[in-house]
Structures are given as C-alpha cells and as structure tokens.
C-alpha cells in the first residue's frame, strides 16, 4: 500500500465532493475549488507531464513554493510516481537552500514566480545543481497534452519524502520519511480524532512542513474530507471563517493562537464556534497560560499533540477524554513511548529522563548520514530499536500522561541541579503582562549555569514585583538571575523558539 492509496479511496466513494479550495484574503474574489474528480484529473495530468520531463522512482524533487493548490497537485504526482518531494522552507535563504539541493542532490526544483528574489541570491552552482527549475507560474507551457502517466510499482518501504529538520540548533538534517511511515500518521490520526467525511479543515500552515502536510491536508485527503487551504494566517478571515460555520477543524502553532486569544479577549459579542469540534495545537509547546484562556474565552478546550520530523505524530491528549494543559497526553495508536535515565534504562511515573519512541511511524534515518543516523537510535534489552526524541520528559503517575520539559541539550545544570526551561517559563508567563518568555542557561563561575529569562512584555513590567512573584513559584535555583526585554523572540517557520539567535547568546 501507498499514500495514492488513500487518496483513491475517497476518489472512489465521493468523486463530486469538494476536496480542495484555495483563496487568499490579500486577493478578494480569487478562489480555485477542486472536487475529488478535478483533483485526480490534475493530478495526472502533472505526473504525465513530470514523468516526460524526466522524474523517474527514486529522484529528488525539491519544493520551494507557497501555499497553493499547485503544491497539493505537484506532491501528490510526484509520489504516485515514486517521487520523493524535498518541501523546502520559505523562510530559508542562500546558505540553507544551498546546503539542502546539494545534500539531497536534487533533480529539479519546483518553485513560484515570487520565490525569484530569494533565487536570485544564489550561487550560480545552486541552481546547476539541479536539471531543470520548474516555476509553476508557466506550467501550462511544460504540462503538455498527455493526460495520463505511465503507472509505476510504488511500494511502502518506498521513500516520499525528505524532510529537513527546523535547524533549531545547527544544520538541518534530511529525515527520510517512507510511505509506511506517513500512512501510519494518518490513519493514527484519522481514529484518535474521529476524522469524518462531512469534516472542514481551515488549514492556515505551511505544506513545507509535517504539520500542514500530513497532519492538515494528507488526513483530509485520506478522511475525504474538505481542505480550505490559505497562503497564510489572517487574524480577521480566521476569526470569520470559524465564527460563521466554515469549518470543522483548525490546526495551528501556539504563536497563532497567541493572536487569536488577544483578538477574542476584546470581542463582544464572542464568535459562535459552535460548529468548531477540534482546535488543534502543535509544532512547539502551547503555554497552559494560553490553553486555559482560550477554553475561557470559547468554552472550547485545545488539543494538544506532540510529533517531529523525523516521526510525524507521536502523542495526543484525547479526543474523547480529558486534555490537560501543559502535557502532550498519550501515545497515539501504533506508537509506543518510553523515559528513561541516562544510562537508557526506564525510569518508573513521576521520574524525569529523555524520551524515546517507536512505531511504523519513526523515519528510515537521516539522508546520507548514518552516524548521525546510528546516534539517534538505541537498542534495548530485548533487541527493539528505539529513537532518541532528544526531548526531556516526565509521565504523569495518576493520567499516564506525558509531560514535555524541554529538550536534552536546552537543560540548565546549576550547582549540580537540574532546571527545566519550559518550568520556568510556563511561570513567567502567569505573571501579568507577560505575554511570552524563553529560559536559558548563562554561564556563571560559582555554580556553572544559571537561568536568564528573555520576555515579551504587554505595556510595562514591574521587575520588583516579577522577582518577588518569581520567589513565591520556585526553588531559589531556579530563579531567573537576569531578564532582557525584547519585542519578539526568534522564532523558525512553525513556530519553535530558536533560543540561539536570543540577543546577547
């Protein structure tokens, strides 16, 4: 079985049914709609075209491309052909875009008249790296009249995709992702949130990435549902859309619903979010702060899940069940997860240590890179393979539900004490005005580290007071010992604070 599999079962039971529409609110008026039926017939006529053009089973073909319905049409004929589709991320300039079609040695790029500043910038070798760049503005003259491609054998075990990681600490690596280990996504996902035919998805977020990708659009796909697709978040169209019943479903990073929260807490009357049955929160940690908020203002509870590039999901807070703030809950169907110590032996509830996963869902390894593939994965007892998430975690004794603390490389030792960033800055953002905060260790020549907090302020902060709260939440180990204020943190595409480029580190 391949992801075309899936796509052709919801051909099958509902051809006319709406399955993709774009529109953008900078462009009032312009909106593209594709049934099942138009999707396939597009479809195939793309994978014709690639296929004459050159793509055969195996060849990378890289994506450096906004939303639009082009991405959906191009990545669903480059992996019924085999394909293997490299999504490169907007936000990402000459030295990542260089090191990425040259580490996957690309075959062609697919890419957009709007990305040609950003080509422009690049070597001339960058693009000589590749056969052919493909601009998706001019398609109707390299499409041709061929409407159908010739059917190649594609298999499970068969690569679709090669996704780099966010880069939040050095140079991003390749995680090969097979067809089994996207299937295994979807369908986890598609029973543990009870995905239906009649469901809508506001999809706001980037196909760049697993979360828009095969989260948002391949469990649409797979649940036959339909998929309103946008270039990016608007504020005023989401709070629209959702208020008037367009949608069922909405999945977003905490930053999106740090704006969402600010809009709804000046509305009245409230949106009607009646039809609205999942909020779904990922990529990056939500602050509880936020999630009780957002419940608060809507009387509507966000679900939480946790994944990664290199596994798709791997846990989720319930459907049907309680979700609690601040954890990721448990793991999702076909996902097995252990903590352990840091000589790899298990740790027992309530005990912290680094978390490791597996499944048909953990990826094949890293693109050309075994040592780094081989340090990633660990063997037990037993002679089961695990993946080391690189994520420090705690399982709660009572729920069984997993906590994230932070990650292994961001943990702060001081004086021989282990301190969790994510503690501390869960706490920070308590205290009012501010709005958001990230903790990380600053050298000091007593006790080795100590924390230094970095904040978002709404208005001004009375630091007295914030140091007097400060010592009312915490061990005095892990007190802040300075605070910087700045306007905004560093953040990558999806999210994900990147505590590296904080100013002054």
Known sequence: MNLSTLFAIALEHAPEKLALEFADAEQPGRVEKYTYRELHAAVERWAAALQRIGLQKGDRIAFFLGNRPEFAIAYLAVICLGGVMVPVNLRYRKREIHHILHDCTAKFLLTEAAQQPVLDELEADDLAAVERVLLVDEAESWLGATVTPTPVLVQGEDLALIMYTSGTTGRSKGAMITHNNVLATVTGLLSAWAWEREDVILLPLPLFHTHGLIVGLHC??????????????????????????????????????????????????????????????????????????????????????????????????????????????????????????????????????????????????????????????????????????????????????????????????????????????????????????????????????????????????????????????????????????????????????????????
């Open 220 to 505: 649409a796909l797979a649940a036959g549902a339909t998929t309103r697709l946008r270039p990016k978040f608007d504020l005023a169209e989401t709070l629209d859309v959702l208020g008037s019943g367009g949608a069922t479903l909405f999945f977003a990073v905490p930053t999106i619903y740090f704006r969402l929260v600010d809009a709804l807490r000046g509305m009245q009357p409230k949106p009607d979010f009646s039809r609205m049955r999942l909020f779904c929160a990922g990529s990056a940690p939500l602050p509880a702060e936020t999630h009780n908020e957002f419940e608060q203002l809507t009387g509507l509870r966000i679900l939480e899940r946790y994944g990664m590039t290199e596994t798709g999901m791997n846990f989720s807070n319930p459907y049907a069940g309680p979700r609690m703030a601040g954890t990721v809950g448990i793991p999702l169907p076909g996902v097995f997860g252990r903590i352990v110590d840091g000589q790899g032996n298990p740790v027992p509830p309530g005990v912290e240590g680094e978390l490791l996963v597996r499944g048909s869902n953990v990826f094949d390894g890293y693109w050309q890179d075994p040592e780094k593939t081989a340090a990633s994965f660990s063997t037990d007892a037993d002679g089961i393979r695990w993946f080391h998430t690189g994520d420090l975690a705690r399982q709660e004794p009572e729920t069984g539900y997993v906590t994230l603390l932070g990650r292994r490389h961001e943990l702060i030792i001081s004086g021989g004490f282990n301190i969790y960033p994510r503690e501390i800055e869960e706490m920070l953002c308590t205290f009012a005005g501010v709005a958001e905060a990230a903790v990380v260790g600053a050298p000091h020549p007593d006790w080795g580290e100590v924390p230094v907090a970095y904040l978002v302020c709404n208005g001004g902060v009375d630091e007295t007071a914030l140091v007097v709260y400060c010592r009312s939440q915490l061990a005095s180990f892990k007190l802040p010992r300075q605070f910087h204020y700045v306007e905004q943190l560093p953040r990558n595409a999806m999210g994900k604070v990147q505590k590296h480029l904080l100013p002054g580190r």
